[in-house]
C-alpha cells in the first residue's frame, strides 16, 4: 500500500450533470467522514451510495448536496480503499469540495496515479494500465475492442506464454550447467533449436500486427490528390456523408488544405483533401499546392483521383512520378461520364497499383475503396477479431529487441556454441518481454529451477 492518500476530481472539466471526486489510499475513510455529512449515517454501508451533504467541518457551512460511496479495498480500481463524492457537475461545487477533501488528509492526484497504484498493487500488469488510457481515447469501435482486450489481458496472456517457454529453456539448461551430474534429461542442441525456433516465431507473428495496431491506435493519415477537377473535394464530402469541402466546376477551387477525422470500417482515419496539384501563378494557389505536396509526403495512404473522361495529362503523369514510393490507392473517377480513359489503359502505367473506378456522382466504387484501405491497414490481421495486437511503441520496442536476443541465440545454438554464452540471450529476451508486463525478473529463475526439478540441494 502507498503511504499518502490521493484525490482529484474524475469527470471532464465544464458543465454536467454530475462531477465526481474519488479518493484512494488508506486514510480515503477517514477524509470522507470528515467532510460529508450523511442524512441517516445508521444506513452508511460499504460499497453503498449514501445521500448527504459536504460541509466544511470549520464552519459548518453546506458546500454541496452529493451523492458518497465508500468502497473497502482491495476489490476497487486502485486496490485501495477508495471514496467516490458525486457533486453537482459545476466548476464551483467540485472545486469547493476538492478543496475540503485536500485540507482533509488527502493530497491532490498525479496524471494516470490511480491506474499507477492499480498496477503497483498488482491489480493490472504494465501493459493492462497502458490499455486503460488507450480505451478511454479510443474513438473507433475497432480500436476500442483492441485497447479492452489489452485491457483484459489478452496481450499479457500471449507474453506470459512465449516467456514461460523461454523459462523451460533457461531452466533446463541451468539444470545442464549447474549440475551436469544429475540424473536428468541432456539437452540436445536439436531440441533447442526447435524451441528457440517456435518462440522466434511467435514474436515474429507479434510484431506482424504491430503496424495494424498502431494505425488503429492513433490513426490512419490518408491525403487525396490528383490534378485540379477530377472530385477531390467531391470524395471528401461523400466519404463524410456531408458537405464538407467546396466542390465547383471551375479548376483551383480547392487552394487550402482541409482535414477531417472519419473512421472507415473501424479504422480512424485523418482525411486530408488538398489542393490540386499544377503549375499556376495565382500566389495563393502555389501555397495551397506547397502544402498538398507536404501532406502527401507525411501520408501514410495516398488515394490519387483521375478523372476517366479525359486523357492522361503530363500532370497526371507528373502525380503518377511521385507515387512510385508510396502505398496508393488510383481512383479513376467521373465513370458516368463516359469512359475515355479505360483501367486497363492506366494499369499499363501503373502495374502495380490498386484502381479502382468511381463516380462521386452515383457512389459507385466508395464502398470498394473504403473495403480496399480496410484491407490496405489491416493486411488480414483484423479481420480475425481476435488476434492479437500490438499498439504500443513501447512494446514494438522490447518485442524487437526480444527477436535480436533470440536470434542471436539460435544462431550461437546452431554453432554448437556454450550454453551458458547461449543462455546469456535467451535471458536478455525473457527480460525484454517481462518489461512488457512490468514484472521484475531477479530471482524468478532460480525459484523456478529449485521449485520445479526439487534438487534439494
Ligand atoms: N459527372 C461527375 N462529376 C463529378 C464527379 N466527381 C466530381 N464531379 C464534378 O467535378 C467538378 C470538380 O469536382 P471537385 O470535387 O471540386 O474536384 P477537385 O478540384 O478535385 O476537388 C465538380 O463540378 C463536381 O461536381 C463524378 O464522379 N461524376
Ligand atoms: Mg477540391
Redesign the pocket.
Known amino acids: 500500500m502507498m503511504e499518502d492518500t490521493i484525490a482529484a476530481v474524475a469527470t471532464a472539466p465544464g458543465e454536467s450533470g454530475i462531477g465526481i471526486i474519488r479518493i484512494s489510499g488508506e486514510a480515503a475513510g477517514k477524509v470522507l467522514r470528515t467532510v460529508f455529512k450523511p442524512a441517516h449515517p445508521e444506513k452508511m454501508e460499504n460499497r453503498k451510495m449514501s445521500y448527504g451533504h459536504i460541509l466544511d467541518p470549520n464552519t459548518g457551512a453546506v458546500i454541496d448536496e452529493v451523492l458518497c460511496v465508500f468502497m473497502k479495498g482491495p476489490l476497487t480500481y486502485t486496490a485501495e480503499d477508495t471514496a467516490e463524492i458525486n457533486c453537482h457537475g459545476g466548476m464551483i461545487p467540485l472545486r469547493k469540495t476538492l478543496e475540503l477533501v485536500l485540507r482533509s488528509g488527502a493530497r491532490l492526484a498525479e496524471p494516470g496515479e490511480f491506474t499507477k497504484r492499480a498496477f503497483l498493487n498488482g491489480r493490472l500488469d504494465l501493459s493492462q494500465a497502458e490499455a486503460v488510457i488507450d480505451v478511454i481515447r479510443a474513438k473507433t469501435d475497432r480500436t476500442f475492442d483492441v485497447a479492452m482486450k489489452q485491457l483484459e489481458g489478452v496481450f499479457s496472456e500471449k507474453i506470459r506464454e512465449i516467456r514461460a517457454m523461454l523459462m523451460d529453456i533457461l531452466v533446463n539448461m541451468t539444470v545442464n550447467i549447474d549440475y551436469p551430474d544429475e540424473d536428468i534429461e541432456e539437452m540436445t542442441y536439436e531440441n533447442l533449436k526447435n524451441d528457440l525456433q517456435e518462440i522466434d516465431e511467435q514474436i515474429a507473428a507479434l510484431l506482424r500486427g504491430a503496424s495494424t495496431g498502431r494505425i488503429l491506435r492513433d490513426g490512419l493519415n490518408v491525403a487525396?490528390i490528383?490534378?485540379?477537377?477530377?472530385?477531390?473535394?467531391?470524395?471528401?464530402?461523400c466519404l463524410l456523408r456531408e458537405a464538407r469541402?467546396?466542390?465547383?466546376?471551375?479548376?483551383?477551387?480547392?487552394r487550402d488544405t482541409i482535414e477531417e477525422n472519419l473512421s472507415i470500417q473501424g479504422i480512424p482515419v485523418k482525411l486530408t483533401?488538398t489542393?490540386?496539384i499544377r503549375e499556376t501563378e495565382d500566389q495563393i494557389e502555389k501555397i495551397g499546392i506547397e502544402k498538398s505536396k507536404r501532406s502527401f509526403n507525411a501520408a501514410d495512404l495516398v488515394i490519387f483521383?483521375l478523372?476517366s473522361?479525359q486523357k492522361l495529362s503530363a500532370e497526371d503523369r507528373e502525380i503518377m512520378e511521385l507515387l512510385k514510393e508510396k502505398k496508393a490507392v488510383v481512383l479513376l473517377?467521373?465513370?458516368?461520364?463516359g469512359a475515355v480513359l479505360s483501367a486497363a489503359e492506366l494499369q499499363k502505367h501503373l502495374p502495380e497499383a490498386a484502381i479502382i473506378e468511381?463516380?462521386?456522382?452515383?457512389g459507385?466504387g466508395l464502398e470498394k475503396l473504403e473495403e480496399k484501405i480496410a484491407e490496405m491497414v489491416c493486411q488480414g490481421q483484423v479481420s480475425q477479431r481476435d488476434s492479437v495486437l500490438v499498439t504500443s511503441a513501447r512494446h514494438q520496442h522490447l518485442l524487437e529487441q526480444a527477436q535480436t536476443s533470440v536470434r542471436d541465440a539460435l544462431q550461437m545454438t546452431e554453432h554448437g556454441e556454450a550454453l551458458e554464452l547461449i543462455e546469456i540471450d535467451v535471458n536478455s529476451c525473457y527480460q525484454s518481454l517481462g518489461e512488457i508486463i512490468g514484472e521484475a525478473v531477479q530471482g524468478d529463475i532460480i525459484n523456478e529451477v529449485f521449485s520445479r526439478f526439487c534438487l534439494g540441494k
Open positions: 487525396i490528383g490534378k485540379p477537377n477530377v472530385g477531390k473535394s467531391s470524395l471528401m464530402n469541402a467546396i466542390v465547383t466546376e471551375i479548376p483551383g477551387t480547392t483533401d489542393a490540386g483521383i478523372d473522361s473517377n467521373k465513370t458516368d461520364l468511381t463516380s462521386m456522382k452515383t459507385d
